[in-house]
């Protein structure tokens, strides 16, 4: 069976974006990010090329046993932004998937979001 993370890498470069790096669990100077499942710095192959957007896998605040919580358990969402994320919510200049049942008819949404970032980030550059 394919899994939405599995889904989305395979839909990537379709869209125009190519996967530079992946990090689980991510770690900061406060501690351990809990609400990362995993984090991806996907980067733009199309205009503006090297644009970068943050993926990311969103684990559910209220997922049970958080500390106890294994890799790709309790995960209720993807979202991209420009930013590194700095929180479980989704943010107004972030685009987001959620992760439930009809997940899948909802990604041609998701990657026009990913577009809009393409355009948010090439005015940003100018």
């Known amino acids: ?4 993370r599995d889904k989305l890498f395979e839909l990537l470069p379709r869209y125009g974006w ?8 991510l770690r900061n100077s406060k501690g351990f990010d809990w609400f990362i499942d995993e984090l991806w710095e996907v980067e733009s192959v199309w205009s503006p090329k090297g644009l970068k957007v ?9 997922a049970p046993n958080l500390n ?10 993807v979202k991209a932004g420009l930013q590194k994320p700095t929180g479980w ?12 049942t009809g997940w899948e008819k909802r ?4 990657f026009s979001g990913m577009s809009d970032l393409r355009k948010q ?3 940003e550059m100018k």
């Open 54 to 62: 943050w993926v990311t896998f969103v684990v559910d605040p209220q």
């Open 1 to 4: 069976m394919v899994t939405q």
């Open 18 to 25: 190519e996967v530079i790096s992946v990090e689980e669990h």
């Open 107 to 110: 990604l041609s949404e998701f």
């Open 68 to 77: 106890e919580r294994k890799k790709g358990h309790g995960v209720w969402a």
């Open 121 to 123: 980030g090439m005015e």
């Open 89 to 100: 919510g989704i943010e107004n200049d972030e685009v987001a998937l959620t992760l439930n």
